[in-house]
């Protein structure tokens, strides 16, 4: 805190917050690439959700591509901590010379979940966030038997199968986004299939344990991370639903409000570096 900031008598680190392994790990990853080829490097998506990260690795040399067809023939190329299609990833190792996957352990369980079930006939009610690249990848691996849902509503507009059902989930969803939505499943289909260890991923769900924990301590909380990291919009909404009276979602230093007092609470979302 700065000494504008002085009415601040405590500072709140939640523990767990910041990088999850599978972002630490994506993030090496790239590094590597980085310092073992000429530049440019190409990077199928954002690596994680978080501009500070994103411009960093810019100014090494990566180029962020939504489309394969910007890539050259032969340059190295990575895929996303999120999980690609299997029609993106086969179409990287064709056109790269040097292909690395840094998809999370958890989304790749996820899609081998997806690839099981519809070789047995299942239909898999999927919950996930419209767009986001995880539920893309993910419901690209078997489309024509994936419905994805992201609300009790949606999950009430679905048909009554004729094949048994499963449940599988985004990652990085909010136990909140998840718990509504999985019972309602539940309700509509009583018979179906769901792993016996969540989907939802331990770092997500450990982050949001700490800051519930905190969150009664504090008269302001700020959460760090970028607005399109899902699990940092997970944060920001859990606070606000706290009860604090102050909720604060910044990605860099210098968009510290210099009025802030009292007791304030940090978190960071997965895809946050430390500093």
Known sequence: MTTSQANVDKVLLAAPRGFCAG???????LSWLVRSFEPPVYCYHEIVHNRIVVDRFKERGVIFVDDLAEVPEGRPIMLSA??????????????????VDSVCPLVTKVHHEVKVRANKGYRIVYVGHEGHEEAVGTMAVAPRAISRVESVEDVDALPVFDEPVALLAQTTLSHRDWSDVAVRVRERFPDVWSPGRSDLCFATTNRQSALTEMAPRCDAIIVIGSS????????????????????????????????????????????????
């Open 23 to 29: 972002v630490e790990m994506a993030i090496k990853a």
């Open 82 to 99: 999120h999980g690609s299609p299997p029609a993106v990833v086969e179409e990287a190792k064709r056109r790269g010379s040097y292909v």
């Open 228 to 275: 399109n990291s899902s699990n940092t919009r997970a944060l920001e909404q859990l606070a606000i639903e706290s009860g604090c009276s102050r909720v604060l979602r910044i990605n860099r230093a210098d968009e510290l409000p210099t009025t802030l007092s009292g007791t304030i609470g940090v978190t960071a979302g997965a895809s946050a570096p430390e500093e």
